[in-house]
């Protein structure tokens, strides 16, 4: 594991469902990141965490929920999905203004039926 | 115009060969350059970084960026089946991670 630990790997979820993804870094980073990555695109920048408090909200449905209750664990509430949602949900964390240290864990799988 | 481009392949090569992957981009505001490379079914992992412009080599792998022209490569000599992966541009105009931009990634075969 790159430190960067994320579960489930894979998720199946109906349109109505509500679950959670989970993040955990054991790097002693300060800033904790959601990213979603679709085929053949960019990765997307969805939420940023710094020193616990959220600093960035980039235009996310409010279908997705993060939450961040210390700076080693970060949750992605997930609820009323739609298909477009499915992709590959990646966590990664660093040192505040230190982005040569950005490290991502292995992601979670996400398909909404 | 997108932020960054780059081709998303496939680029299929037989091992030993040279590899050239590039990324283009349009914000001149850009001052830091990443390389990162994903396995399939893993997270992105940083292979390589270069601040401004010049080269930058480690190893088998060379990083260079061309601010004038707006253009980054990242060159593999002696290309293994192990760097079969995706690989991915990420820039940034200063330090912090949430101002990240990143390119698609161009998905490498290795072929032995």
């Known amino acids: 594991e790159t430190g960067v630990t994320q579960t489930p790997r894979h998720l199946v979820m109906g349109m109505t469902n509500k679950k959670s993804l989970k993040c955990e870094q054991h790097?002693?980073?300060?800033?904790m990141y959601w990213y979603k990555q679709s085929a053949k695109k960019p990765l997307e920048l969805m939420f940023v965490y710094n020193f616990k408090e959220q600093t960035e909200n980039n235009s996310v449905p409010s279908r997705f929920s993060p939450e961040c209750p210390n700076s080693s664990h970060l949750f992605l509430h997930l609820h009323t999905l739609q298909p477009e949602d499915s992709a590959l949900y990646l966590c990664?964390?660093?040192?505040?203004?230190?982005?040569?240290?950005?490290?991502f864990g292995s992601g979670t799988r996400l398909t909404v039926v | 115009q997108k932020e960054v481009e780059q081709d998303p392949g496939p680029l299929s090569v037989p091992e030993g060969a040279i590899v050239s992957l590039n990324c283009t981009y349009s914000n001149s505001a850009f001052q830091y350059f990443m390389w990162y490379r994903q396995y399939s079914r893993k997270g992105p992992e940083l292979l390589m970084y270069t601040y401004s412009s010049g080269n930058k080599e480690d190893g088998r792998f060379t990083a260079q960026v061309d601010k004038s022209s707006k253009y980054i490569s990242l060159f593999i000599r002696d290309s293994q089946p192990s760097d079969s992966a995706t690989y991915l541009c990420a820039m940034s105009p200063d330090n912090y991670g949430q101002n990240f931009v990143f390119g698609p990634g161009t998905r490498l075969s290795v072929l032995p």
């Open positions: 790097l002693g980073h300060n800033a």
């Open positions: 990664a964390s660093s040192q505040a203004g230190a982005i040569y240290g950005y490290t």
